[in-house]
């Protein structure tokens, strides 16, 4: 999955991320985030 595509995900499940004090933080909805959108996260984390 590229990028974007992650990206437009996480936004249809209204799922927030942004950077605060060079640590990846997570916003969402309760039961948003599902393991396969954690995996997906853990997978492009260099990215």
Known sequence: ??????LQL???QKI???IND???????PKG???P???A???NNKED
Do not use: G
């Open 1 to 6: 999955m590229m990028i974007f595509e992650l």
């Open 10 to 12: 996480l936004h249809k």
């Open 16 to 18: 927030k991320v942004f």
């Open 22 to 28: 060079n640590k990846l933080q997570i916003k969402a």
């Open 32 to 34: 948003a985030m599902t």
């Open 36 to 38: 396969e959108i954690l």
């Open 40 to 42: 997906l996260l853990k």
